[in-house]
């Protein structure tokens, strides 16, 4: 293998005495090797081990006009509604009055947040304390052997579904992004939320909006 | 004095290469080449992507590509296809090609011209997608609701051809899935138009495509 060839050609010696040449039981493997670490460079380069992976998201059933008609506005507590325009993120809390509530409080106002651990992060774990603190029992629970995964897995979601959870609408407008969007669903998943809703922009919310990202 | 070889033994260093080409070769997978590039966003959900999906691929110019997992619902996707649209006529060549076709996006009219263009030639091809904005003649709709009862079809074929065999198979792993892969670069507003023919049919239980990322701590 690899071998150099030493004292070459053959000749030299042969006074006319015929002599069986030695031939030699090494063979060169050098192209062999040559085209094993091509082959090698080419598999390294080109194997993606990363699968890519699927998150799911329940969308609210589409109503007819008539269905809509049906409903009727409901008191919404504890929830936040995202608003996304571009790279930004806007949010309040609670129900939305544009021009106050009959109680006399003063018109919503909307607050920027953004993905650092301090922003939607910390904002989500103040609002969801309850799942989350629920997960921490539950957790210690199956800890010491008092539970078993399957009944941890079914408590967590009746603790996600309960009333004391947080409930996150997400709302966009058409400069939102894709990835934008995915990274705020992907917030709700690490802070335990089981109740989101991407439902459409209301007119009022938009103008707000828009004055607010001038 | 004895003259040293200039030679060094390799045979560790080759026995080590030809394992690694070995185990490279083996974890290759190999990806079947798409007509569209997707810049996937990320998230830290872990959940495999399921064997029977309907697989919608918005670009980043908001072009919309279909997709199915099993080439025998796309077989019966293509028939229910000819039968709605008549002016589609396939010969039984183009169907078969058609059935090994991975991700597409053309219009129905483009269908048997794109059918038997290369893999890479369909890379090239100039189409807008498939049509997905007009609430009349909504093609993407059509995909879906055929691609759906399709799979939905095949994934009871494979659900009982599961039981013959003696396995204890879950129904829930045959029902077909529902996948968005967005581009993070697309608007949010293209990807809702195309959520909005899902929940026309009713099909509102939807999975993102995400590239896993480390969860914070």
Known sequence: MAEIAEGGGGGGHDKGKKRAKKSSTKVDMTPMVDLAFLLLTFFVLTTTFAKPKVMSLVYPAKLTDEEMKDIKPTKINNAITFLLTEDKIYYYEDEFFPKGNPQGEPPTELKETNFSPDGVRALLAKGNKYVIQERERLEKLVESKQMVDSVFTQKMIEAKQNKKALKVLIKTDDKATCKNFIDLVDELKIADIGMIAPVDILKSELDLLKAKAK | ?217
Not at chain 2, 52 to 76: C, Q, Y
Not at chain 2, 111 to 135: A, H, K, V
Not at chain 2, 144 to 149: E, H, K, P, S
């Open chain 2, 1 to 217: 004095m004895p003259k040293s070889s200039p030679s060094i033994d390799m045979t560790p260093m080759v026995d080590l290469a030809f394992l690694l080409v070995t185990f490279f070769m083996l974890a290759a997978s190999i990806r079947p080449s798409d007509p569209v590039d997707v810049d996937i966003p990320t998230s830290i959900s872990d959940m495999a992507i399921p064997a029977n999906v309907v697989l919608v691929t918005v670009d980043a110019g908001g072009r919309v590509f279909f997709k199915m997992s099993d080439p025998e619902a796309k077989r019966e996707l293509i028939n229910s296809m000819m039968g709605k649209y008549k002016s589609l006529k396939l010969t039984e060549k183009q169907v078969e090609e058609f059935t090994l076709m991975e991700t597409f996006g053309c219009t129905v009219g483009e269908l048997p011209q794109y059918i038997d263009l290369s893999t890479d030639e369909r890379r090239q091809f100039n189409t807008s997608g498939i049509p997905y904005l007009d609430s009349t003649k909504n093609q993407l709709k059509d995909w879906i609701d055929f691609g759906n009862r399709a799979a939905v079809n095949s994934g009871r074929t494979a659900y009982e051809v599961a039981q013959m065999d003696g396995l204890n198979p879950d129904p829930k792993d045959f029902v077909p899935k529902f996948i968005l892969r967005v581009d993070s670069k697309t608007l949010y507003a293209n990807a809702q138009k195309v959520i909005d023919v899902f929940r026309e049919l009713e099909l509102n239980n939807l999975n993102f495509i995400t590239s896993l990322e480390m969860a914070p701590l």
